[in-house]
């Protein structure tokens, strides 16, 4: 289990790293997107990896998706060492909907893990809206290098900034089964946060969330 889901940690500390997020910072916080009971295992069941990364003194971790409902209102503290605190918040909702309440308050970094974004099957599109209107860095990984295509495809024709694309540095060693398509048709071996890109919103905001309203509901992705 360690080996399976220790790449999640390591993903979110080298995200902080290419943003520069991991300097002499006091408090750092970081909402995960799409997230669901596997992110909460990775985060909650490794506290002591987490104290010997490289994460300010105090770090908020709010994991934030629907599939998230049995974990609704838990928040989990490690108290680490040196004064570091890690508390881990579970959210049942989407991000665009958790950045549509009053006590919002935006994050340092947005990650999602194997989130799919090309699926428009889940409400990505609010969610790309909601982040495409902020400056807030943002990292997504993929299982295969197909998904990770397919992502950056759409980000890149809503015009997000893209910073960096490329095989992920902390790729899980554990082989599992998954699928090639969002229609489950083709069976294949995958590993967890083998892909990621990273980057920012459209520079022309106004722009890019004009095309999203109005040409994501049509849009097709390569197959």
């Known amino acids: 289990m360690f080996r399976e889901y220790a790449s999640y940690p390591l993903t979110l500390a080298a995200a902080l790293c290419r943003f520069g997020l991991d300097k002499e910072r006091e408090t750092l916080s970081v909402h995960v997107v799409g997230a669901d009971d596997k992110d909460w295992e990775a985060f909650v069941g490794s506290p002591g990896l987490l104290m010997g990364l490289p994460f300010p003194k105090a770090t908020s971790l709010t994991l934030i998706g629907p599939e998230l409902s049995l974990h609704e209102g838990l928040s989990v503290a490690h108290p680490g060492t040196d004064d570091v605190a890690f508390r881990i918040t579970a959210v049942s909702s989407t991000w665009h909907e958790f950045a549509d309440k009053a006590a919002y308050v935006a994050p340092d970094l947005v990650i999602g893990f194997h989130p799919g974004i090309n699926d428009l099957t889940?409400?990505?599109?609010?969610?790309?809206?909601?982040?495409?209107?902020?400056?807030?860095?943002?990292?997504?990984?993929?299982?295969?290098?197909?998904?990770?295509?397919?992502?950056?495809?759409?980000?890149?024709?809503?015009?997000?900034?893209?910073?960096?694309?490329?095989?992920?540095?902390?790729?899980?060693?554990?082989?599992?089964?998954?699928?090639?398509?969002?229609?489950?048709s083709k069976r294949c071996v995958i590993q967890k946060n083998a892909f990621w890109f990273g980057g920012v919103g459209p520079v022309n905001k106004q722009a890019a969330m004009e095309l999203l309203l109005g040409k994501l509901d049509s849009y097709q992705v390569s197959k």
């Open 122 to 184: 889940y409400p990505w599109r609010d969610t790309l809206h909601a982040l495409g209107r902020t400056d807030v860095p943002f990292v997504f990984t993929s299982f295969l290098e197909s998904d990770h295509e397919k992502d950056l495809e759409l980000v890149s024709m809503l015009g997000f900034g893209v910073r960096f694309k490329e095989p992920a540095p902390f790729l899980s060693p554990v082989l599992g089964m998954g699928f090639t398509d969002n229609e489950m």
